[in-house]
DNA sequence: CCAAGTACCTTGTATAACAGAGTACCTTCT
DNA sequence: AGAAGGTACTCTGTTATACAAGGTACTTGG
């Protein structure tokens, strides 16, 4: 079955813009964000996000300060940087129009019955 | 710059169910594909359309039939096998799926000028 | 018979998600 | 103080995929 791969494929590339997103709204660490994620059925594991942060930190899209955390280690506290408060809003862009290009094709005829 | 690598990344899973909602529409060739990803903006190559028309095809979502072309070489018309049908179904929930979770988190919570 | 155009195919490369195992730090219990 | 368990972050190997670029084959027109 390669559907669940097409399923996979299709989450893949909005994460990137979904994780920006998410820490647009204020300072979060890795654990906020996947409770977020996994909230909104987007099922990301550890071994995605923490890569993904890493990237987008060597992008220079966002930046962390180590805060000390009440019970465990110390937690990275991610924020955007200016280049990555741009690049969101270029995403968001190109999400809107995705969709709208999206949309357009799903919704252009539908012919359920055609053989 | 890598926010056009995640431009990319995120039309790469669309492509997919985009190219299967085009064929369950009527038979349709490679060519009438790729003119009408681009009219959508998708921005595909042969490179990438081919491939992807041979993985379905090895997958059973879809078939075709040699017809021949008033000018130039035959093509390869495409169509939905039944399983494909029904993969196309479940892809339209994912997409359905993915876009509301995407609106919830994007517009969550707007705090723009958060430091 | 050769050139130009159309259609389909293949190879090599780079990127990315994921699974799974690993490291380090902190708290709690004995 | 030492051991156990939990939290947080990291790394390696595998697999899938888009893309660029070049290639093959068939058809029509001069």
Redesign the pocket.
Known sequence: M?IE??Q??M???I??FCILHIISRGEV???DMLEELTAARM?????????????LKNAGLVE?K?V??????????YSLTTTGIASLEKLRETWHELATSTNQIINHNQLSGLS
Chains 1, 2 share one sequence.
């Open positions: 390669n791969n097409a996979i494929q989450r893949k590339g994460l990137e660490y890795a654990t099922m990301v594991v550890e071994g995605t996000l923490y890569p993904i942060l890493t990237r962390y180590w000390e955390s009440p019970s465990g280690p110390p937690r990275k506290y």
